[in-house]
Each structure stands twice: as C-alpha cells, then as structure tokens.
C-alpha cells in the first residue's frame, strides 16, 4: 500500500473528500442534486425560510437539499438568517434534522447562536442550545454569543443560556436536563 506522510503508523488511511454531503438515501442521484442548487433554488430557500414555509423547507431538504451554504447576496446561512427571526423555533428544527449543522457560520463568522443572541431572540437562542449548538464558538472578533447578549442588552435570562463559563463574582447553577450552565451576579462585598 502506497502511503505519504498524511498517512497513519499503522499503514492504513482514509481519503476524505471536502464538503461532500452524506446522503442518507442509498440511491442518490447526483444529477437531481445539482438540479435542486442552482441560485434560484438557493434564493427561493432564503425566501421560504422568511416566509416560514416549514412544509415547502421540509420538501426540499427531503429530495437532498443542502442547508449548508452562504447566500450570495447576504452572506446568512439558513440557520443563522432562521435564527435571528421571530417565531422560527419549528424552522430550526427542520434545518437541523434536514442536515443543517447548528455551528456553521455566516460569511461574518457568527453563528446561529450570535445571531440569536444579537437579536435578543431568548425562544430561539434556547432551542438552539438544547438542540446541541456551542455556545463556545468566537465570531471573528473572538466574541461569544454570551457577549452579544449581554452588549446587545439582552435579558439576564438569555445571557445565562449563553454562559458555560462562571464569571468572578457569580454563583453556579445547575439546570436539571440541559448541557449548559446558568449563573447570576451575587452582590460585591463591602
């Protein structure tokens, strides 16, 4: 076996091909799915996502399409534009188990998380996280999503869905059944 310096000790590796979806019908036809991304396909899906056709979103992500791909015009993935709107808790469901991955980033490198975060959306914010979304990942400026909440003037209650870390002068808490943790300010000392 001919192998480089890529290659593992023991002999063997695996090629892995960039950005190549995984599609769980085991006779995809490849033909269908470039048909299903060309730019107007890709246009019409933004505007399905702002009008919240969830059953028209669920259809195509049924025949193969791709959530995982930046507007041309906006430089929003599906999920992240899904994310700083009202009411889109279904939406993000159906992204995400349409194969929409939950840290994917925006051409400004936010994530779903920071947009929810920036538009003080605490519904859709929470769902995400239970949904399994970090709330680790930094922008491109290096800032959380617990930042935005907070310098976007956010409720304490959507800033603490964001933080995984406890501050210098908070008490942790711990919220039965979830991944993250919340904290509150305790009074400085006299």
């Known amino acids: 076996m001919h192998q480089n310096k890529s290659d593992s000790q023991d ?4 090629p ?3 950005k190549s979806r995984v599609y769980k019908q085991p006779d995809v036809d490849e033909k269908q799915i470039a048909k299903l991304h060309t730019k107007a396909n890709l246009r019409k ?3 399905l996502i702002q009008h919240n056709q969830v059953d028209k979103v669920l259809k195509l992500l049924e025949r193969g399409f791709d959530p995982n791909y930046h507007d041309s015009e906006t430089g929003e993935s599906p999920l992240t534009f899904a994310a700083h709107l009202d009411n889109m808790v279904e939406m993000i469901k159906v992204l995400k188990n349409g194969g929409s991955h939950l840290d994917f980033r925006a051409k400004d490198g936010m994530t779903s998380l920071h947009k929810a975060a920036r538009s003080k959306n605490h519904v859709t914010l929470t769902t995400l996280l239970e949904l399994g979304a970090s709330p680790d990942y930094k922008d491109s400026r290096g800032l959380t999503p ?3 909440s907070v ?3 956010g409720t304490p209650a959507a800033a603490s869905c ?3 870390t406890t501050p210098p002068s908070a008490a ?8 993250f943790t919340s904290w509150y300010i305790l009074p400085k000392h006299k």
């Open 162 to 164: 964001c933080s995984t």
């Open 146 to 148: 617990l930042y935005h």
């Open 16 to 18: 892995f091909r960039y």
């Open 151 to 153: 310098v976007g003037g």
């Open 172 to 179: 942790r808490t711990r919220t039965a059944g979830t991944r």
């Open 45 to 47: 899906f933004m505007d």
């Open 11 to 14: 002999g063997f590796y695996i």
